[in-house]
């Protein structure tokens, strides 16, 4: 069995391969690994179920179930939240969470496998049933050693900013309104560009190759604050703000404390930036902004909140996060604040901002609620000025969703902006909930000027829409621009969200393949990132 394939042909339409389901590479054949499922096992499992052999007495509140918490014994009725949701915990005393297996390993005190192990013979399938190796038993030790790495890094750099090292630090986070209560629940921390974090990890017998290998240590032994030259930069250290998933420090970022260039304050361990999540007991809303402080401010002021901390595209593990909650506000940031903002400038950040909006509405729903232009710069210099929790429910009251927006603009756009604005208009309508859209038809028909038979039919012509695609199947041979590039076709069937509650959750897909002769190829499951690579299938297809 030969695949063959044009490869410089394959790398360039990749993209295009994905959206249309299609793959497109040159490669050799090779044994499929077992891949573990963990949703396969957590399907049959019932967290509140579980939670409750441990004889913890569950009482609802809201929209979660709280008791007491069984790993510290603790008396709190209401200190351990189950989210049901989301089939996943957190102690807001332990200051752990996670999720089932989570919940195993620190109540039994099980390792990876065994917890795995308990809750597969619960719902009775083997280990063998979700694809467990030895591999993944290792691959689960190293994440566990990486999580323990952060959090003793999250913990050091704690107590160097409650230190007399950290007094200065600890006076500028008051100057920006935060009291220490609210710089102990975010967790906060500072640092001096030094070998200090070195030093610690190495007495108490932390992996420094690991510390160095995800960034936390430079190979000078300096912590990642000093990437960039960031002791120059901030000779007098940093604000450490650890990244949370379920209570787990897995990312840091760094603001400077008095930055030498006011452009220059910001240091992220290196690789992809990661949001920031400042949660609340409650999980109605949520408010995006753009930083970290303004995110701190809103927990403060007892709202959930997201920073996007420069990221693009919100992970798809953190999108469904977000997704969770029924309602989500956009706030960005006002750079229209400070005085003497040229009409040049002006029209350019208003232009970035509204695609920040479009971009984020797209992944979100067309009922995203956009605040109105905030009176003051951000939500940390709001707090500053005094801002209440009063004041901030009614700025909620007037944000309006993005559909809205878009309606306003349509009114006022100009023709050569008005055909774009209407295409967004149209595409939000058809993810709107069935039970707004009448009431939404007759918005539209005021705001474009259409008749309710012309608005009919431009909604039909949107919904009948076939995306164009440049690629199809001739003679079971997959093509491109009428090109064939290769003897064979293949599809997703399956798309994966793997998330152990540590990491970034990662997707996994599974292909299915015919060479063009009929035959069929095996069926192969593989990593997102390797996917879109293209070199999975020197692996795992060919002769």
Known sequence: MNIKSKTADATAVSAEMTSAHHVVADSTM??????LNLEKLKEGISLVDIIKTSG????????TLRGKCPLHNGDNPTSLAIYEDSQSWFCYRCDEGGDVIDFMQAWRNLDFADALRYLADRIGISLE????SKENAVQAKMRKKRSHLFQEAALFFAEELWSPKGKQACIYLKKRGFNAE??????????ESTTALHQSLKKKGFDLALAKKIGLLRRDGQDFTANAKGKAASPD????MPHQRAG?????SARALAPKDPKDKSRNLPGKRQVYWAETKEREKLIIVEGQMDAESLRHLGFSALALCGVGKIPKGDLK?????KKTYLALDNDLFEEGVSAQKKATIEKSQKKTQAKLAKMMGPLLMLFPVLAFKDFNAALQDGLKAEELFELLSKASPWIDQLLADARSADPQDLTQIQDDIFASFQHLPEGLKLSYQKKMSKALGLGKEELKKALGMVEREIPISYSEIKKGVLYFQNEALGNFHARITKELI???????PQVRFTLEGQLGSGEKLNTIEVDSEEFLSLNFLNKLWGA
């Open 30 to 35: 090779n044994k499929v690994k077992a891949t």
């Open 56 to 63: 913890v007495d569950l009482q609802r509140n809201g929209n």
């Open 129 to 132: 049933q979700i694809g467990f």
């Open 182 to 191: 609210s710089i102990r629940l975010a967790g906060w921390g500072y640092a």
């Open 237 to 240: 250290g940093y604000i450490i």
């Open 248 to 252: 787990k420090t897995n990312y840091f």
């Open 321 to 325: 996060r977000v997704l969770r909650y």
């Open 498 to 504: 793997l998330d152990d509650g540590l990491n970034q």
